[in-house]
């Protein structure tokens, strides 16, 4: 009995140090650290004033929320200094700051951008609206060519004029362009002036197209361009153009003239041709020579193989040509 009396003090002496051990021992805890807060290289702007947030990413609500500079104007480009940024961040009591080796930022501020072509369109439009004139037929010739107009990148409306004055004789006009809800146009009015200038379709070249190379639609395109000084045969309708061939090189740009295209030539000159004589009753054929390349119809001089007389047949398809029956006894003759 002593000595399981003396087993169990043992055994409860052994548990108490395990238990005793185990409880003494400190435990490991991974902790882990706070993200450092790291500057931005390329930031795009949408307000006037930049916050810290906008340029340093990471920072705790409260200080991202702080103004700290100014933003370049709307479409513009600007930089800051990466130094002035930690400075900024410092002063808001956040210590250390990731700049990645970057000596400054680059800053772009948002913006909607208007062109030539909305800007043509108020002014043709309020013409239309304000005096009744028909502008279909002309375009907007600017002087001192067309103001690039940035606006707030939020506004999608359609630009618009006011204090508009049109001269009917002279085709003068000037205007102010406006946008809605702009605060960039209401602070720094944009005025413009110009002329209405009657134009034409012309059909240009997207490419350079080589002599006797026929045009395809996507070769081609149309423009519109001021009428005067555009020669008489100059085209205007692609079907007039589309499966032509180039007479001479064309350009690319430069507007095709009726007399820059022929049909396509389907008889070379020089090309031993069948000639086809058809009449009631009676189908003659004979070989001759073509004196010169025709297109579909074209009336070319072809000879007699055998006789050596000079015909005038018309082009019927690619090797073929057909002769009248003025030249019937002729062809009897040499057959």
């Known amino acids: 009995m002593i000595a399981r009396l003396l087993l169990a003090v043992s055994l409860s002496l052994t548990a108490a140090g395990v238990a005793t051990a185990t409880t003494d021992r400190p435990s490991l805890r991974v902790t882990a650290q706070p993200a450092k807060p790291v ?121 618009q004029t006011q204090d508009l004055v049109y001269d009917p004789r002279s085709r003068r006009v000037a205007a102010t362009l406006m946008l809605p809800g702009s605060a960039a146009l209401r602070l720094k009015p944009v005025r413009v002036t110009g002329q209405l200038v009657e134009t034409a379709d012309v059909i240009v070249p997207v490419r350079n197209i080589n002599r006797g190379e026929i045009v395809q639609a996507g070769d081609i395109m149309i423009e519109r361009r001021p009428r005067e000084g555009l020669s008489a045969d100059m085209v205007s309708e692609t079907t007039a153009v589309i499966g032509k061939a180039a007479r001479r090189p064309l ?7 009726a007399s820059d295209l022929q049909r396509q030539e389907i008889v070379a000159r020089n090309e031993i041709v069948t000639v086809v004589y058809e009449a009631p009753g009676l189908s003659l054929t004979m070989r001759a020579r073509a004196q010169e390349a025709g297109a579909q119809g074209d009336i070319i001089s072809v000879q007699n193989m055998q006789s050596k007389k000079i015909l005038q047949a018309t082009v019927t398809g690619a090797g073929r040509v057909a002769v009248n029956g003025v030249a019937s006894s002729r062809i009897a003759v040499a057959n």
């Open 39 to 159: 500057l931005k290289t390329d930031v795009t702007a949408t307000r006037d004033i930049l916050t810290l947030g906008d340029l340093v990413a990471g920072l705790p609500v409260a200080v991202a929320a702080q103004p700290a500079f100014r933003a370049p104007a709307l479409g513009e480009t600007g930089t800051i200094q990466t130094v002035r940024i930690v400075e900024a961040v410092r002063a808001q009591g956040v210590a250390d700051v990731s700049d990645g080796g970057a000596a400054q930022i680059v800053v772009t501020r948002a913006a909607r951008r208007i062109g030539i072509v909305d800007i043509e369109a108020a002014v043709r439009r309020g013409i239309e609206e304000r005096f009744g004139v028909d502008v279909r037929g002309f375009s907007l010739s600017l002087e001192n060519g067309a103001p690039m107009l940035a606006v707030e990148p939020e506004l999608r409306g359609a630009v």
């Open 251 to 257: 350009s690319t740009g430069l507007g095709l003239r």
